[in-house]
Nanobody, 123 residues
Framework: QVQLVESGGGLVQAGGSLRLSCAASGRTGSIYGLGWFRQVPGKEREFVAAITWSGGSTFHADSVKGRFTISRDNAKNTVYLQMNSLKPEDTAVYYC????????????????WGQGTQVTVSS
């Protein structure tokens, strides 16, 4: 089993920045990739970004390219999501997810999930 714990969410004004963290524990050797997803009430979970656990290859959704950056620190078993130039439409609960196989953007194909952290961007 893999446990994921997100942190770093909060309230920020439009144009501001936040950095989310996702700390992984347990059988981290089984992880191939980690992704960030976000969800607002009444909508499906949306892919934001992903990174391979060992190689550092990254993927970002078009909606966040140039504003968000995913990175990892293997020594700390932690993945980060640096969010800059935040917009009100970025408001959502952000989830970290881990997958044992290749990176995909569909949420249902991820094996482990964190509890989520709320990000609210005020206009």
């Amino acid at each position: 089993q893999v446990q994921l714990v997100e942190s770093g969410g909060g309230l920020v004004q439009a144009g501001g920045s936040l950095r989310l963290s996702c700390a992984a524990s347990g059988r981290t050797g089984s992880i191939y990739g980690l992704g960030w997803f976000r969800q607002v009430p009444g909508k499906e979970r949306e892919f934001v970004a992903a990174i391979t656990w060992s190689g550092g290859s990254t993927f970002h959704a078009d909606s966040v390219k140039g504003r968000f950056t995913i990175s990892r620190d293997n020594a700390k078993n932690t993945v980060y999501l640096q969010m800059n130039s935040l917009k009100p439409e970025d408001t959502a609960v952000y989830y970290c997810a881990a997958r044992k196989r290749h990176i995909v953007t569909t949420s249902y194909e991820y094996d482990y999930w964190g509890q989520g952290t709320q990000v609210t961007v005020s206009s």
